[in-house]
């Protein structure tokens, strides 16, 4: 693993954080997680673009330029010395007092962490998962923007909690209006008469970099795509389901609060689209 915080690469034992760190007491900070993939980082541009478009969401003065970060976790990637990996880049308000005051924090804390990353096992990628809707629903965005990467996650972890309970790895969040939004660290897709259908950014998601990606992948695949508002009738019913996050890539769902999708299994489309996506990052 390697890890630079505050300007620097340093050991694992020396990367430590002050406890009146705001990230940690108040979870006033932002995030990103990126996949290494045959030694280059994967969509580096967009990731660095959410981070800094997060940034300033939450008025959060970052310690370097977007070139430099960039310059920065190249450097980690070299001094990380392997072909496949993981980085969590991380910015926080930075220690200040025991109030939530953020202009008390001296100075914003800025880390990352280039580590491997534990996949999901084959098994769900052939077989396809089942997922539950959750009740705990994603913010609204005048609660807190979803398009911003928070270091908020209780929602989502809650959700993952009750998916969990239910016996499964995942869950579906719905908006306050209870549209589908997303799941707790991925976006959701849907397959129906070979159209392919997402949650619209307003319907209040994170921009998934992977979602984007696949939304690209469509168009060259000649599959018809579309951003829309989804119900949980539109997943019943699908032909086909799956997610994407940078972490699970796309993972085939067959089975919602009970429902078999489709034939019960990993979709034609949703395999095509996989194949395109492991071409597209050389695996
Ligand atoms: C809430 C949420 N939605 C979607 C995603 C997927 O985004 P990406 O494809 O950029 O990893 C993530 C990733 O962490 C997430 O936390």
Redesign the pocket.
Known sequence: MTVYLNGQFVAREAAVVSVYDHGLLYGDGIFE?IRIYSGKIFRLAEHIRRFFDSARAILLELPLAPEALEEALQEGVKRYGKTEGYIRLVATRGPGDLGLDPDKCTAPTLFFIIDTISLYPEKFYLEGIPVVTASSRRLPADGLD?RV?TLNYLN?IMAKVEAKQAGCIEAVMLNHRGEVA?C????IFIVRDRVLSTPASHCG??Q????QTVLELAGEEGIAARETVLTRFDLYTADECFM????AEIVPVVRIDGRTIGSGCPGEVTGQLRRAFRRLVGI
Not at 184 to 187: E, F, H, I, K
Not at 208 to 211: D, E, F, L, N
Not at 244 to 247: A, I, K, L, Q, R
Request: proline content about 5%; hydrophobic content about 20%; glycine content about 22%.
């Open positions: 997680g979803p990467k989502n997303e707790t660290a991925d976006n998601i994170l998934g970099i992977t979602r994407t996050g940078s972490g």
